[in-house]
């Protein structure tokens, strides 16, 4: 299990570390004290649960919050010193799973840690493939590309879908026609064209990987 803790308060930050490593005595605990830093630790490692800080240096928790949900369901406890009903609503807006509010009894932080992760262990996680940049499940219809999720219509869809399921296979325009539109798609290849460069738009820094073969058609690889 590795756990971010995001606290200002040093001695806090310690003491919140002391008992969640005697609860869970292999855990791997990272210890930040400002937003940015938090923030930049979130995107480079995979974290079980992040006790989260809501007034922080540079970045505060709440924004913090906002930017790990653009890309990220991982379990966030928040907590405040700001114990208003406002806050605690906004951040459950944002998407946290509970709210402590300062002065805090340890032990007490522990129980909601042992009930979020509870919850998370009952749930079937959503399986995501990856392609160098790219993370998708095609069930669910959802990619992310550098960790942010984006949106593409139904045939900008099934075209990633048949470029990503037979990566390398080069496809004239024709064939992508056929396989995409419909073999009674009485349309132009011009059409092909235009999907591709509005895919290649969304991509924005995987567009590289759909790439044009000369005078035949398209594929798809890094």
Known sequence: MKILIVEDEKHLNDLLHDYVLDQYKTALIDQVYDGLTALSRIHENTYDLILLDVMLPHMGGFE????????SNVP???LSA?????NQLKGYNLGIDDYVTKP????????KIEAV??????????EIFQYGIIEYNLEKYKILVDHKEIELNKKEWELFSLFV???GRMYTREDLLNLVWGYD???YERTVDTHIKRLRQKLGNAAPYVK?????????EK
């Open 212 to 220: 044009t073969v000369f005078k035949s058609g398209y594929k798809f």
């Open 76 to 78: 966030i406890i928040m």
């Open 82 to 86: 700001l114990n208003d009903e406002e």
């Open 117 to 126: 992760l509870a919850r998370y262990e009952n749930t079937t996680p959503e």
């Open 165 to 167: 399921t037979n990566i």
């Open 104 to 111: 805090y009894s340890p032990k007490i932080v522990i129980k």
């Open 64 to 71: 913090v919050c906002r930017k790990v949900r653009e890309s």
């Open 185 to 187: 798609y009485f349309g």
